[in-house]
């Protein structure tokens, strides 16, 4: 159980590790382990989004380098590869991996699934997590023992963790400038509508979802662009927003005045849908939707930080 372990690879093993020591040592105090683990494959059929008379969900954005461990009383998005767990049994490193293997049971669920496909997504409820992940990719590491103190109740641990898989825009054929057409921007809203229209669920579902840079990283998505998107999702849902930046400085100053400017307006989802299925463009998106609604903001220009 000794702490910075190695590289990321030996960073998960140890966590897997400790998960099995953790478990051994509640057998022999008596534990029948007979809490419940379950997993819901969830899909949605595409809706007409610009139609949407919906208001705006409220949004709250994290500390920047917050994780959402912190979060376990909300409904929490894993940036999922389209195989649920993505590399965490090989080399992958980063948000899905380290949730999983911070989290073993969650890795079951690979077992369950088969490819997910665009309207797809996976609810995973009642895992426990065991680990603390230190690190992130290369740097990776088992950071010690984490007691995890979310309510079992009716036999089930509170953890309500949904799987969205994000395009991979640094491999798609027309390049990352593909993300911004109206195809792609609704392959994306049907994706998280998906995960996160789950009212049909029997479980007490969080009104709340976790959320951070989904699809961005590795995956090339645009920052601002994948926000907006996660918002009418959200917004759609009924289900208030929690963003967590991690790093990205432009996002944890620009969201909350873009949110607070398109509330005072009354923006619908139906309007903020129509801007990003007929309006937007490859570029900087938050000054976009400052100049098409007229938000009057004064914005910073936007850099490079990094994002997961």
């Known amino acids: 159980s000794r702490p910075w372990v ?3 690879t030996t960073g998960k093993l140890v966590m897997l590790l400790h998960y099995f020591e953790a478990m051994r040592q509640r057998v022999q105090q008596g534990d029948r382990l007979a809490t419940t683990v379950s997993w819901h494959r969830l899909s949605a059929r595409p809706i007409e989004w610009t139609a949407s008379q919906q208001p705006l969900a409220q949004v709250t954005v994290a500390d920047l380098g917050a994780t959402m461990d912190g979060a376990k009383e909300a409904l ?16 992958g490193a980063v948000q899905e991996e380290i949730m999983f293997a911070a989290s073993p049971e969650l890795i079951v669920g690979r077992l369950l699934n088969t490819m997910l496909h665009a309207h797809e997504a996976v609810l995973m409820m009642g895992t426990e997590q065991f680990s603390i992940p230190k690190g992130y990719s290369g740097s990776l590491a088992y950071g010690g023992p984490y ?7 009716g036999g089930m641990r509170q953890s309500y963790i949904v ?6 825009y640094t491999r798609h054929p027309q390049g990352k400038d593909a993300q911004f057409t109206p195809l792609e921007v609704r392959r994306e809203l049907t994706k998280a509508w998906a995960g996160l229209n789950v009212s049909h669920v029997e479980h007490p579902v969080p009104r709340e979802v976790a959320t951070g840079n989904w699809g961005c990283g590795v995956f090339g998505g645009d920052v601002a662009l994948k926000s907006m998107i996660q918002l009418v999702a959200c917004s759609e849902s009924g289900r208030a927003m929690r963003y967590f930046p991690w790093s990205d ?7 909350p005045l ?4 398109l509330h005072s307006q009354r923006v619908t989802v139906g309007q903020l849908a129509s801007f990003l299925l007929q309006n937007v463009q490859p570029g900087d998106v938050y000054q976009q939707l400052n100049n098409h609604f007229g938000l009057n903001l004064d914005l910073l220009p936007p850099s490079l930080p990094a994002s997961r």
């Open 6 to 8: 190695g590289n990321s």
């Open 76 to 91: 929490r998005v894993d940036f999922a590869s389209k195989f649920l767990g993505g590399g965490v049994l090989g080399s």
């Open 147 to 153: 007691r995890d103190t979310t309510v079992v109740k």
């Open 163 to 168: 799987a969205l898989d994000a395009v991979d």
């Open 249 to 255: 400085r432009r996002v944890k100053a620009h969201l």
């Open 258 to 261: 873009i949110i607070g400017a």
